[in-house]
């Protein structure tokens, strides 16, 4: 069974651009998450979708931010337009049910210059 | 509110000798208790996990975890490190629900 994959693994762009992540889930999981990490600091909940909606996106940032997940399978997760502070590595997890344990992909390396 | 507190930034350890990762944590209800590795270059992995049940748990790698209601902690132990363990070491806690409140991290390293 292939694990939760995210594409890119490495992201560098200048203040003021566009970026886009990707998360692909384990196949099954409708439940789909994105947290993330700060510089030395814990890992943090962005949001969560069960299929293609939102259940709680409680963690996100600003509205700078922009997460889909349409169809129900993998998402975006949209920083427009990027500031320094939105650097750090975002993760995706997924699991079956809500409440289950949640498998982590490899994570993203933002870095915005 | 729920919270998770690693108090070891980093932790050496030599070879061969056991070690133990502390993490206290803080809910007014039951929880779910987890550590997951973060290996260089790496993503997070599930390392163990407690539910319900035996307060002992086992994980991989040998790494063991024991679940103390009363000092409201889960500190992870393994007797005897190697090379490879050396990681980055994430507590996380979750109230039976989906969302998880993780630790500050605490990064071991295995000296020879």
């Known amino acids: 069974e292939a694990g939760v994959t995210q594409f890119p693994s490495h992201s560098v762009i200048e203040k003021g651009q566009t970026v886009t992540l990707r998360c692909d889930p384990i196949?099954?999981?409708?439940?789909l998450y994105w947290y993330r990490r700060v510089m030395g600091k814990e890992i943090k909940f962005l949001l969560h979708?069960?299929?293609?909606?939102?259940?709680?996106e409680s963690g996100m940032p600003n509205n700078r931010f922009l997460a889909e997940r349409t169809g129900g399978t993998y998402s975006t997760l949209k920083v427009q337009p990027a500031e320094l502070e939105d650097s750090g590595v975002y993760f995706c997890?997924?699991?079956?049910?809500?409440?289950?344990?949640?498998?982590f992909g490899p994570g993203t390396r933002l870095t915005v210059l | 509110a729920q919270s998770v507190t690693q108090l070891d930034s980093q932790v050496p350890v030599f070879e061969e000798a056991p070690v133990e990762l502390r993490c206290n944590y803080s809910?007014?209800?039951?929880?779910?208790l987890f550590w997951y590795v973060q290996y260089p270059n790496q993503g997070l992995q599930l390392l163990l996990k407690?539910?319900?049940?035996?307060?002992l748990v086992k994980g991989i790698n040998g790494f063991e975890a024991e679940f103390n209601k009363s000092q409201t902690s889960f500190h992870l132990r393994k007797p005897s490190v190697h090379i490879s363990d050396t990681a980055e070491y994430f507590c996380?806690?979750?109230?039976?629900?989906?969302?998880?409140?993780f630790g500050t991290g605490t990064r071991l390293k295995v000296l020879a």
């Open positions: 996380a806690v979750s109230n039976r629900a989906y969302k998880y409140i």
């Open positions: 997890a997924s699991s079956r049910g809500t409440g289950d344990t949640q498998y």
């Open positions: 979708f069960v299929k293609e909606s939102k259940q709680d």
């Open positions: 809910s007014s209800v039951s929880v779910y």
């Open positions: 196949s099954g999981h409708d439940n």
């Open positions: 407690y539910l319900s049940g035996s307060t």
